[in-house]
């Protein structure tokens, strides 16, 4: 049984992760802005095996409550293994480039809000000389693009410091992943019309417990786009800024 | 990707979409009619309605409450309407517990469970699926919430079971679970040949065993066929049967031209599956025995672009003559499939208004779109079927004449009382009057 903490657990991506926790016994604390869903899904985890689940409610911008929110999760599960960081939005891109204040509320809600409790929970991790952290990153955050670079610049941010504080816990017996997926078909997506590319929450779900299994650092979900994402990285940006992506 | 139901007819007309992702929510404003669409394994129209909007309803899956006393035999299972019984089983069937009734396949929502109210390979013990609900919720166009069961609001309990989601939309259910040892069941096939042989078969079997279903070759000289009796297997006798890793299913790839089932293949396919090594008893997993088309996903994209009908019917007990002489009809023609399907109801009442088992046989085939010879077929089956005082499944239908649906539901008018205003389908448009 692991002792895991998702933030963000309403999301479609965190809910069929938790799923899978639970058929495998494990005790779960959920995280997130909707005290309704939280008990929804918590009822749902409980019946599915899940050894205990409790909530709490959280809006990850207000950093204030940060510190009180993931001590009451450390004390409700007695200890901590797992933490899952996987709120996010998805910026209007053309709202953003006529919205200073609009495109730095997304930068919080898509990175500083990210940072600071990946900045938490990595002394936690630290302190006990153990645990995984996973993060939801995605593609998105490999390049910018200008059909989305305000959400590709929250993500890449959050990739960078990742990688640093992985650079500096990996001496510590701490695992850090970076979660990046592709297309996935979810509330945030509803908008968008679904193509071969597209994945299920539940594949994102798989590969994400698989990769904390593997003990690895990043992952592409599903891995296909590491190919996709290696390839578009590597135009050089001269070609690169004239297509329209 | 528009949705369509597992028939795959074409020139079904397009209805938009809308979802409803939370029990409590109101149903989202539509612009037309509402129909409830669970995951589409309906073979006709009860879950399309051309022109109007579909409500997916497979966004409310989660489980709610199990509560079951320690040693009970049932177990009460609360859970939202779209929640698949394959996700029922994947959960519980590792802790003891399994579904009372089950159809032939795991993919169908319990929504559509009920609003269809099915049967399965159990009905001569357990009756249908129905039986097993004991409450649920009706979430109707005009806002308003009612709890419905057996005793509590009753009328709209009946209506609803068997209601082919036109009552409104389910939003959540209580269900039984029943105790079971293990995932393994006991398995005995016995060839016959001829009708007689069957019914005999059949009614010596169905004082034994919990569940009896007959596969059938029509399309040979005398009707012949494979009964297949099966038991949930108890703890001791499955100690030593070591549960087989489950595979990843196959999925047929795509929509092939034309159909691959004509007359050459499935005489072939007939002639193989009837003669095959048959072990007289086995034990076998039950996601194989309950479910042996669930292993290859979209098999029904193998009938082509046209698609293909399946037609269900059920006469009463005394009528086996009628049984014999749709066979003998569906051997003349040439039609046919190796879906077909013989098995008993038994006397328990269904619950439903328009649920479909009534005490007598009824007998399922499958058949390939060939346009209008395949429709003349039907209507010669449909007046084996009207002469003998039966009636059509229309979770399986895509074409039977209003009349004889109206004919064979005695409830019908009863029925139409609890219609919800703002629901309807293109099933409902074509039989109602
Ligand atoms: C391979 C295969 C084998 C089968 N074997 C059997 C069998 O052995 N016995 C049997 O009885 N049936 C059998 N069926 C038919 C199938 O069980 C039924 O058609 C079932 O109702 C499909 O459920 P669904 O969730 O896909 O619903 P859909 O097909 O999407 O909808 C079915 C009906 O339910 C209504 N509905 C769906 N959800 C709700 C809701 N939440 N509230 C109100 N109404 C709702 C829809 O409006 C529609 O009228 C089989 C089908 C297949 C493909
Ligand atoms: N879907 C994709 O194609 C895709 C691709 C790559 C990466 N991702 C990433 O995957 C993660 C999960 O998203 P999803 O696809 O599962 O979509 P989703 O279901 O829409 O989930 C997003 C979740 O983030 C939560 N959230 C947003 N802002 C928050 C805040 N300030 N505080 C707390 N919670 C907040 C939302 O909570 P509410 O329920 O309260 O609104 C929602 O549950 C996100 O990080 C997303 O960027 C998604």
């Known amino acids: 049984m692991q002792k895991v903490l998702i933030i963000g657990a309403t999301s479609a991506i965190a809910e069929a992760t938790a799923r899978l926790c639970a058929a495998r016994g494990d005790a779960l604390f959920l995280v997130g802005r909707k005290a309704q869903r939280l008990e929804e899904i918590a009822a749902d985890l409980r019946v599915r095996g899940a050894a205990q689940v409790d909530c709490a409610v959280l809006d990850a911008t207000d950093r204030a409550a940060h510190a009180a929110t993931l001590a009451t999760a450390e004390s409700a599960l007695g200890g901590l293994d797992v933490a899952l960081i996987a709120h996010g939005t998805l910026p209007d891109q053309k709202a953003c480039e006529a919205s200073v204040e609009l495109t730095l509320r997304e930068i919080d809600a898509n990175a500083l809000s990210v940072i600071a409790l990946a900045t938490l929970l990595g002394a936690r991790f630290e302190a006990q ?4 952290l996973a993060v939801i990153g995605s593609v998105a955050g490999d390049r910018g693009r200008q059909s989305n670079y305000v959400y590709g610049a929250a993500k890449g941010m959050v990739a960078l410091f990742l990688q640093g504080l992985r650079n500096r816990l990996a001496k510590k017996g701490v695992q850090v992943l970076t979660v990046k997926p592709g ?8 908008a968008f019309k679904k193509g071969a590319l597209w994945a299920q929450p539940d594949d994102i779900a798989r590969g994400i417990l698989a990769a904390l299994a593997a003990k690895k650092d990043v992952v592409y979900l599903p891995g296909f786009w590491r190919l996709i994402m290696l390839i578009i990285r590597l135009i050089p940006e001269r070609i690169f800024k004239k297509l329209s992506l | 990707m528009s949705l369509h139901s597992w028939g795959r007819l074409p020139g079904a007309p397009a209805a938009a979409e809308l979802a409803l992702a939370e029990r409590t929510a109101p149903l989202p404003a539509a612009d037309g009619s509402l129909l409830p ?43 939202e309407a779209g929640v698949l019984l394959a996700d029922i089983l994947d959960t519980f069937v590792p802790r003891g517990w399994f579904l009372p009734v089950t159809p032939g396949t795991r993919f169908v929502t319990v929504g559509g469970a009920i609003a269809n109210d099915v049967h ?64 393994l069941l006991a398995v005995e096939n016995t060839r016959f040949a001829g ?76 002639r193989l599956y009837f003669h095959k090594p048959l072990p007289a008893r086995a034990t076998q997993d039950y996601a194989p025995y309950f479910y042996p088309l669930d292993g290859i996903l979209h ?58 088992p009534m005490p007598g046989i009824t007998l399922a085939l499958d058949f390939p779109n060939r346009g209008a010879g395949t429709l003349a077929l039907f209507a010669r089956l449909d007046a084996i079927v009207t002469a003998a005082g039966g009636r059509l499944y229309a979770a399986k239908d895509a074409r039977m004449p209003g009349a004889l649906f109206r004919r064979g539901y005695p409830a019908f008018a009863e029925f139409t009382t609890y219609l919800d205003p703002g629901f309807a389908s293109d099933f409902w448009r074509r039989i109602k009057e």
């Open chain 2, 299 to 356: 098999w029904n994209r193998m009938y082509g672009r046209r698609g293909f009908y399946q037609y269900q019917c059920v006469v009463p007990p005394a009528a086996r003559g009628a049984i014999d002489e749709m066979m003998r009809a569906i051997a003349a023609s040439g039609q046919g499939s190796f879906l077909a399907v013989l098995k008993t109801f038994g006397e328990r009442t269904s619950p439903g208004l328009l649920s479909f």
């Open chain 2, 37 to 79: 669409y669970g995951n589409g394994r309906s073979y006709g129209d009860v879950c399309l309605n051309g022109g109007g909007m579909l409500l997916r309803m497979r966004g409310l899956d989660r489980f709610i409450a199990f509560d079951a006393d320690p040693g009970a035999d049932f177990g009460v299972l609360r859970c």
């Open chain 1, 129 to 132: 000389g153990r645990g995984a």
């Open chain 2, 120 to 183: 399965g390979k159990n009905h001569h013990g357990a009756g249908t699926f129905g039986c097993h609900v004991l409450r649920f919720e009706l979430l109707r166009s005009d806002g308003s919430r009612r709890v419905c069961s057996p005793t509590e609001n009753a009328g709209w309990f009946a209506a609803t079971v068997g209601g082919l989601g036109l009552t409104g939309a389910i939003t959540w259910a209580e269900i039984r679970l029943r105790r079971i040892d293990g995932p």
């Open chain 2, 195 to 270: 009708l007689d042989e069957f019914f005999a078969l059949n009614a010596a079997a169905e004082a034994r065993h919990e569940y009896t279903v007959a596969w059938i070759d029509c399309l040979a000289a005398t009707p012949r066929g494979i009964f297949m009796a099966g038991d949930h297997l108890a703890a001791d006798a499955a100690q030593d049967a070591a549960r087989s890793a489950p595979k990843k299913p196959l999925s047929f790839p795509f929509t092939p031209p034309v159909s691959l089932v004509n007359g050459l293949s499935l005489r072939a396919f007939n």
């Open chain 1, 183 to 190: 297309f996935v078909d979810t509330p945030m997506t509803a």
